[in-house]
């Protein structure tokens, strides 16, 4: 007589249900490991564009705008950077922005786009900041050709918040993106200094 061997109908069930308790467990973890991920990523972006927004203006000896743009050519009016950001030399000082990539622009004295930045993926995430001066929202920053960020002649500073959120709109992780009128810019995780909106 063949033996049959296998799992009975109760092991089954114990099974599944220690399965269950650690997806409910584990689960809520994971979405706020990933968001944390996010959180980080997009900081480190900003952060990036921002050295090479400063960077190019010194090298090229020209006016390097980053602004919000949800298409990916030129600025557009809004505070929330999630939508996506733009570098581009500034040449005619209009901060408007171009789609024309700056490797097959001639003219140097042309507008020309040097880096895009997409929206960011998690609908969760606000990206947005305010000028130290006014406490307007932050929708550009041009640096000059010596590296200092200025807007037609007025200098510029401020601060960008980069916040996650939950389900309820309630913060669970933030970052802040400090830009000195040096041209400077750090990473903060001080309380005092993030200002994150009411929701994403």
Known sequence: MKKYSGFTLIELMITLFIVGILLTVGVPSMRTFLQNNQLIATTNELVSS?????????????KVTICVSA????????EKWAQGWIVFVDANDDRVGTGVNCSAVADVNTDCLLR?????????LSV??????????IEWFTFTSRGVP??????QSGVFSICSFDT?????NSRAVVL????????SDNAAVISCP???
């Open 150 to 155: 200025k807007d037609q002649g007025a200098s």
């Open 168 to 172: 309820s709109n309630s913060v669970i």
């Open 50 to 62: 921002i050295h090479i927004a400063r960077s190019e203006a010194l090298k090229l000896n020209k």
């Open 71 to 78: 298409d990916g050519k030129s600025c557009v009016s809004s």
């Open 198 to 200: 009411a929701s994403p």
């Open 128 to 137: 947005s900041g305010t000028y130290d001066s006014n406490a307007a929202d």
């Open 180 to 187: 000195s009128l040096s041209g400077r810019v750090r990473v």
């Open 116 to 124: 895009v930045h997409e929206a960011v993926d998690d609908p969760l």
